[in-house]
């Protein structure tokens, strides 16, 4: 079984570190941690993740404008993580292509849930 890799993008450290070592757990390969859009964007061709999970609300961005711009440099499947999970939130991720989206706050099983059937709903 290949070993997927996975790149992290939430502005606060806390939930950064939390979701790594979920997904490090989970026998998941966390190659980068970005706390903005500009440093994903940057690394994203570099790290080539399968999977992106992604912070609605950025310092310099709304996670939610990243994803066609993820898209157009690769193909991850991204997860949108918020903790302002309105209908009109999800939709508009949804809609523009993200798989999946976790309510924060989460617990492991939940993230690994929502990780699972995103990947699932992906291939």
Known sequence: MQVIK???????P???SLVTGILRN???DVVGECSNGETLLRQLPELK???????????????ISLIDMIHSISDPVVVMMSGEATLDRVRGA???G???FVVKPFNAAR???AVTT???DAA
């Open 94 to 96: 949804l809609s523009k």
């Open 26 to 28: 989970a026998n998941y």
């Open 111 to 113: 993230l690994l849930a």
């Open 98 to 100: 993200a798989k999946g």
């Open 118 to 120: 995103a990947l699932k």
């Open 14 to 16: 806390i939930i950064r």
């Open 49 to 63: 993740p399968r999977l992106v999970l992604l912070d609605i609300n950025l310092p310099d961005t709304d996670g």
């Open 6 to 12: 996975v790149l992290v993008v939430d502005d606060d």
